[in-house]
């Protein structure tokens, strides 16, 4: 069993930051393909960023590259999102998620993910 625990969001102007993080049990976090998605208000829940076992392949939804920037800390089991320039239209809850069995991974997939955290709420005012 593996449980996810995020933090880090708050409200935040139109063009500022946050940074969020995921705290993750289990001793194997380093084999863990873990990623980034946001459910806005009234929509899907949509991929955001994702992360490989090190972090030499990451992945992020066009709309957020070269803003946010996903990355790990395996000494420390914790994952993070750092997000500057944020619109109003990120506002939504955030969620880690987690791969674990090393099958076939679909960073972007929601499907291929087998642990989910509670989220965290970002909110970007005008």
């Known amino acids: 069993q593996v449980q996810l625990v995020e933090s880090g969001g708050g409200l935040v102007q139109a063009g500022g930051s946050l940074r969020l993080s995921c705290a993750a049990s289990?001793?194997?976090?380093?084999?863990?393909?873990m990623g980034w998605f946001r459910r806005a208000p009234g929509k899907e829940r949509e991929f955001v960023a994702a992360?490989?076992?090190?972090?030499?392949?990451?992945y992020y939804a066009d709309s957020v590259k070269g803003r946010f920037t996903v990355s790990r800390d395996n000494a420390k089991n914790t994952l993070y999102l750092q997000m500057n320039s944020l619109k109003t239209e990120e506002t939504g809850v955030y969620f880690c998620?987690?791969?674990?069995?090393?099958?076939?991974?679909?960073?972007?997939?929601?499907?291929?993910?087998?642990?989910w955290g509670q989220g965290t709420q970002g909110t970007v005012s005008p």
């Open positions: 992360i490989s076992w090190s972090d030499r392949n990451t």
């Open positions: 289990g001793r194997t976090f380093s084999s863990y393909r």
């Open positions: 998620a987690a791969e674990t069995k090393s099958v076939s991974w679909g960073p972007d997939r929601d499907k291929d993910y087998d642990y």
